[in-house]
């Protein structure tokens, strides 16, 4: 059965190229336009890790992260963000809010595909 992946950007071909990316590796994946959509899409859903941007409108990577953290099955998904952003601080205000690893923006498909893999097992 094929892996579900939810990526989470409010940049339209970031989603683009992280879908061809990993639905060509065979993950099913979940796209959404911010964490309020992202949360909402992932009602009675199971997801078994998580992409998101740090930057975005109605509720950025920190929140969607706080938020799926406090969901019960979400405590132990995989998050990882996918942003532009590379300060320590951004860094650790996502570890802090439970952001499993972090990639910067540009990003070669084949380092998205090696952290999943490491992460999916």
């Not at 809010?97 to 999943?116: C, H, N, R, Y």
């Amino acid at each position: 059965m094929a892996r579900n992946i939810l990526s989470v950007d409010d940049s339209a071909s970031i989603r683009q190229l992280v879908s061809f990316t990993l639905k060509k590796e065979g993950y099913e994946v979940i796209e959404a336009v911010d964490g309020k959509d992202a949360l909402a899409k992932i009602q009675g859903v199971c997801v078994d890790l998580v992409l998101t941007d740090l930057n975005m409108p109605n509720l950025d990577g920190i929140g969607l992260i706080k938020a799926l953290r406090a969901i019960s099955s979400y405590r132990f998904t995989p998050i990882v963000m996918l942003t532009t952003e590379s300060h320590t601080d951004k860094k650790e205000a996502g570890k802090q809010a439970g952001a499993t690893g972090w990639i910067v923006k540009p990003f070669k498909p084949e380092q998205l595909i090696s952290v999943v893999k490491r992460l999916l097992g």
